[in-house]
């Protein structure tokens, strides 16, 4: 039901990066963004479309409405070589996208 | 600060219950709903249940009502079983919370349960 592109993708420290998800359906604003590096849990970046979890950096920021969604890193840095997933919430069952990796160029 | 840890078996068998708990410690379980999801190299990231701290409970369709939740406040714990598990049901299992919008925060760390004889 989510969407999600790139699968993986390469940056260097400094680019903007865009990750994005697309529904199947109209979903309004309910996606939510997560984090993850290697042998952690998921961490919660943005939810509700665009509102920044507390403690989340401000390079992160999040788009979208009904069926297009959007996860923007505005300048990479080293803490952020990890796995990002998409999530809708709108109804059930939640589910995921399949992630993105973003690596090292 | 709320922080959640499963616990439970790493390697159950074939046709048989995988059973996990999850323990909550620095906040109170009112409010949220207490979920688990699971992530596995085919399946990814799975939503499995959850169960509210009222005890209402949803579950996934996918897994054919194999799965029971249960809570209990007093010991600030709630636990998953899945019945007749196979092998696609090794994943790492994590419990989590839930707000009420949907989005889920804080993970517990994950455990790696491996579905073989």
């Known amino acids: 039901q989510m969407t999600q592109s790139p699968s993986s993708l390469s940056a260097s420290i400094g680019d903007r990066v865009t990750v994005t998800c697309r529904s199947s359906h109209n979903i309004s604003n309910y996606v939510n963004w997560y984090q993850q590096t290697p042998g952690k849990a998921p961490k919660l970046l943005i939810y509700?479309?665009?509102t920044l979890q507390t403690g989340v950096p401000s390079r992160f920021s999040g788009s979208g409405s009904g069926t297009d969604f959007t996860l923007s890193i505005s300048s990479l840095q080293p803490e952020d070589f990890a796995t990002y997933y998409c999530q809708q919430t709108y109804s059930t069952p939640q589910t995921f996208g399949r992630g993105t990796k973003v690596e090292i160029k | 600060q709320v922080q959640l840890q499963e616990s439970g078996p790493g390697l159950v068998k074939p046709s048989e219950t995988l059973s996990l708990t999850c323990n909550v410690s620095?906040?109170?379980?009112?409010?949220?709903?207490w979920s688990w999801i699971r992530q596995s190299p085919g399946k990814g990231l799975e939503w499995i249940a959850y169960?509210?701290?009222?005890?209402?409970?949803d579950h996934n369709a996918s897994l054919k009502g194999r799965v029971t939740l249960s809570l209990d406040t007093s010991k600030k714990q709630f636990s998953l079983k899945l019945r007749s598990v196979t092998a696609a049901d090794t994943a790492v299992y994590y419990c989590?919370?839930?707000?009420?919008?949907?989005?889920?925060?804080?993970w517990g760390r994950g455990i790696l349960v491996t579905v073989s004889s």
């Open positions: 620095g906040d109170s379980m009112s409010g949220y709903y």
């Open positions: 169960i509210s701290s009222s005890g209402s409970t």
């Open positions: 989590a919370r839930e707000d009420p919008s949907g989005y889920v925060t804080p």
């Open positions: 509700a479309t665009s």
